[in-house]
Every structure is written in structure tokens, then in C-alpha cells.
């Protein structure tokens, strides 16, 4: 079935570096994708998405690299911040629906 | 813009009781909504699709009678966890959908069943 996951589950990065949180996906039908990041008792926010006719994607301080070759979704934060700190989930979209996966996240924690 | 309210943000209630979850898309109309659950230190798991004056679609391995979904108007989608039991205890989430690509959280419901 479809599944959408994360290589590590934890993150420490120290304030000021860059971050960057990885995502494997296992559905190549896949056609969209998206970066959430969760606070403590909150719901998801979104961060930046991409869709699968692109490899790259840049916004404010964060970046998304998709590689589809390898089903493989990353998430690059630029001079990481305490209030960085959450956890942060990829998520797809596939064709032909509107449903959205959730991978099993990275909890990020920036030290100052 | 593209603001949804989910109410209650905190529910207990005792085991055997029913539990109603509102979700209102505040400044737009969402013919489509989509609950979530979440354990702790867990992903977001899909629960159901919520269609607008239809009946919802529910995910494999979701009770339908457990986990009523109403979603009467454009703006309105209510989840009602009918005899909750501790096991239901969980972070509620719902899902409006504005547009191809639109979609908007709401701020969630925390579900503690004593």
C-alpha cells in the first residue's frame, strides 16, 4: 500500500546551522508533496510543497529537493532557529484523489 | 484567509458517551473535509473523507458506526465518537480542502475518555 516514511525519527541540530530532515515515499503514482511542521498540541502547518514535475523548491529559509528516482523527499532548513523546534512530517498526494499520507515525522530540536 | 476552526480544542468525557468534534472552515467553503487521528509521538493516521451532502469515505479499518461524520454544509464537518472508550483517547484532527491544492488544518482536538 501507500506509505510515506522518514529515516530518522530525531534531529539535534545546533542554532544558526543548516537542517535537513529526510522522507522516502513508496508510491510513484505520487504527484505532489508537502512538508508540514507540528507544534506541541497544535495541528499541522505547512511549510513548503512540490510537485512532481520539479526537483527543487525554495522558499524562505527552506528548501525541498524531491528525487523521484529514488522516491526520496528532503527537507533543507537554512540557519536553523529555536522556534524551528517541532516536528516535522512529509506528506503525498496522489492522482486521481485528493487524500493526504502522512510519513512518520522528525522531531527537530535546535539548541542554543 | 483559509482559516479552520476546530471545536472543542479539549474534551474528557467518561467511557460509554458520545463526542462531538466540530470543524468550520471560517472564510471559505469546503465541499470536502478530512478527519484525522493521532496517537502520541505517532503520524497523523486518515480516518475518513468527508464529502459535502454526501455519505463519507471512510479508511480501512475505521468503524463507520464508531466514528459518525456529518458534513452538512460547505462550511461545517462534525465528527461524533459515539461510546468512546479509553482506547479512543487520541488527537483529533480535521482537514478543509480549499481548491486543488488548498488545504487547511485545524488546530485539533484533544480526547481524553476516563
Known amino acids: 500500500g501507500e506509505s510515506v516514511g522518514l529515516h530518522l525519527p530525531t534531529l539535534s541540530v545546533q542554532e544558526g546551522d543548516n537542517s535537513i530532515i529526510n522522507c522516502a515515499y513508496s508510491?510513484?503514482?505520487?504527484?505532489?508533496f508537502i512538508w508540514y511542521k507540528q507544534e506541541s498540541g497544535k495541528g499541522p502547518q505547512f511549510i513548503i510543497d512540490?510537485?512532481?514535475?520539479?526537483d527543487k523548491r525554495q522558499g524562505q529559509r527552506v528548501t525541498v529537493l524531491l528525487n523521484k528516482t529514488v522516491k526520496h523527499l528532503s527537507l533543507q532548513i537554512a540557519a536553523t532557529q529555536p522556534g524551528d523546534s517541532a516536528v516535522y512530517f512529509c506528506?503525498?498526494?496522489?492522482?486521481?484523489?485528493?487524500?493526504?499520507?502522512f510519513g512518520a515525522g522528525t522531531r527537530l530540536f535546535v539548541k542554543a | 484567509g483559509a482559516v479552520v476552526s476546530q471545536h472543542p480544542s479539549r474534551v474528557i468525557c467518561k467511557s460509554g458517551t458520545s463526542v462531538k468534534i466540530e470543524c468550520r472552515s471560517l472564510?471559505?467553503?469546503?465541499?470536502?473535509m478530512f478527519w484525522y487521528r493521532q496517537f502520541p509521538k505517532q503520524s497523523l493516521m486518515l480516518m475518513a473523507t468527508?464529502?459535502?451532502?454526501?455519505?463519507?469515505?471512510?479508511e480501512q479499518g475505521v468503524e463507520k458506526d464508531k466514528f459518525l461524520i456529518n458534513h452538512a454544509s460547505l462550511t461545517l464537518s462534525t465528527l461524533t465518537v459515539t461510546s468512546a472508550h479509553p482506547e479512543d483517547s487520541s488527537f483529533y484532527i480535521c482537514?478543509?480542502?480549499?481548491?486543488?491544492?488548498?488545504?487547511?488544518f485545524g488546530s485539533g482536538t484533544r480526547l481524553t475518555v476516563v
Open positions: 472564510d471559505f467553503q469546503a465541499t470536502t
Open positions: 512540490i510537485r512532481s514535475n520539479m
Open positions: 508510491n510513484s503514482a505520487s504527484d505532489y
Open positions: 482537514s478543509a480542502r480549499r481548491g486543488a491544492y488548498g488545504y487547511t
Open positions: 506528506a503525498e498526494r496522489g492522482t486521481g484523489g485528493f487524500k493526504t499520507i
Open positions: 468527508s464529502n459535502e451532502g454526501s455519505k463519507a469515505t471512510y
